[in-house]
Each structure stands twice: as structure tokens, then as C-alpha cells.
């Protein structure tokens, strides 16, 4: 097996409480959990995860007052959606979920998994070991937007101008992980930027404003200006998420202060704080139009 050694941390026992009033009904729409019982990892994996069970993102989230959620599929497990499938079954109607799948996954499995609550699948096109890429998913697309699915994609920085007339042209909604993966150095007329901001206004794409790993600043100044313009070019369109248990990262890392940082960026302004963390999901996930 074909390791790059970088071992996971586990999941802290505690986690900075909230300090803005977080609005009921809020999500993380970004989390992962490894499965309860024995379980292996795809030979590219490009990290070695900790346990993170489905009750220990469960205590995360009560700790921050988060009462809904979406649990992605880790990249190092491939297609087993093992651990995705535990979560869903463990909090029927209360989690969303996104798996990876090859094109051979058939509609009857499909259907089953929509029915304990997935509602994406994901697709990472920077040669991240363990998921499957765009050739995958032009050919999924129709398939998962018969019921109602995202495609939730990660690109590497130098892809998105050529991605551009495929994502275009995907017949399911897009979710962008990670505010596009983009460093913190390009900034909102970037070219590269403008290609994202464009999906956003006239393709109807959602982000993900999730920035700790585009820096080590919490409060980075650039991170900060791309949320805010991403909001402003599609208020509805914006969620955000823990990235827990924050696999592959050398030192610890608390949920707690992710959030009350990210309400930092907004000013703590409650009418945005409800919009990202509670209405916006719930129209996604849940899939209805909150207009």
C-alpha cells in the first residue's frame, strides 16, 4: 500500500463555545466521520485518518449549537460510503449526506441512498487520491439531477478556466468546496476568481466558505474580502462547514473558534448568520426554494 505519510489528529475533547447567538436550526455542511468498525484505506490515500465515529461529530456538534448537518465522504475511502451511510441512519432526517461513486453505481442504489438522505456526490478533480473525477461525473450528472442531487467539486487552483464550459453545461446544481481552492493571493478579479464568481451568478452554483486551509490567519484580510464578495454576488447561494475532524492537518485544530471566526467575518450580523448557517442549507439539502 502507497501511503503519503501524513497521519491524521483525533478529534478534540472540547471545543470553544459560540460566541454569537448561533440560529436554530443551523448546519455544519461540511464534516466527515470514519465507519465504527474495522475499515481500510484506498492505496493513494494522501492521508491516514483518526477515528472520527458518527458520536463524536455528533458531541461536536452539539457543542457548537449546530443541529443539522452534512456528512461528505472522505477521499481516503473511495466508493465504501460506509461510514456516510452510519452517520445518515444513526440521525434519520436530521443529517444529509454526499458519497463518491463510480459510474457502474445503479439507479435502484441510487434511490436507496437518496432515501436515508444523501443528496450529492462528490467529485475531486485535483488527482486527490481515492475519488473519481470528471469524466465521472459529466456522465453521473444527468443521472443524480433526476433526484434532485448536487455535484460537489473540488478542482486544483490552475483547472478552473478549462472546467468552466463543463461545469456550464452539468444538468445538477454545483456546490464548490472550500471557496474553490483558491490562495488567499488571488484576489476577487483574479482570473481565476472571476471564472467562480461567474458560476455563481449565472450558472446558480453554490460555495462552501470554508477558508482555514486557504490560511493560517483565521482573520486573513484576503479570505475575508472573497467571502464577503462571494455573498454578495449570491447571498442564497452560501454555506459553510466545519471540515471536521480537519484530516491531514499537523495541529489541532477547534471547531469553535472556525465558527465564531467565520461569524467574525460577517460582522456577527445574525441576518447573514441565519442566511448561511440555517436557510441556505436547508433549501439545499432539504431541497426546497425558500423564495
Partial sequence: MTIVEQESLPPPESYTTPTFVVPGEA?????????????????????????????????????????????????VFGTDNTGVIEALTDEPGTLRGVV????????????????????????ITNGLGGTVGTQAMVALAPRIAEFGWHAEILPGPAQWPELLPVLEALPCKIVIDHMGGLPPEFGINHPTTLVIRKLLVERGAWVKLIGYRLSDDLMDSRVIERARVFYGDAPGQMIWGTD??????????????????????????????????????ACLFDQYDAS
Fill in 100 to 123: 463518491v461513486a463510480g459510474q457502474s453505481i445503479d439507479d435502484a442504489e441510487i434511490e436507496r441512498l437518496h432515501g436515508i438522505g444523501v443528496r450529492g456526490m462528490r467529485f
Fill in 27 to 75: 448546519w455544519d455542511c461540511h464534516s466527515h466521520v470514519t465507519p465504527r468498525g474495522n475499515w481500510a484505506i484506498v492505496s493513494d490515500a494522501s492521508y491516514v485518518p483518526a477515528p472520527a465515529p458518527p458520536e463524536k461529530h455528533r458531541k461536536m456538534r452539539a457543542a457548537l449549537g449546530l443541529q443539522r448537518g452534512a456528512v461528505i465522504q472522505a477521499s
Fill in 244 to 281: 471536521w475532524p480537519h484530516v491531514g492537518i499537523k495541529k489541532p485544530v477547534d471547531a469553535g473558534l472556525l465558527l465564531n471566526a467565520f461569524a467574525r467575518w460577517f460582522d456577527n450580523d445574525s441576518e447573514v448568520m441565519h442566511r448561511v448557517l440555517a436557510m441556505n442549507p
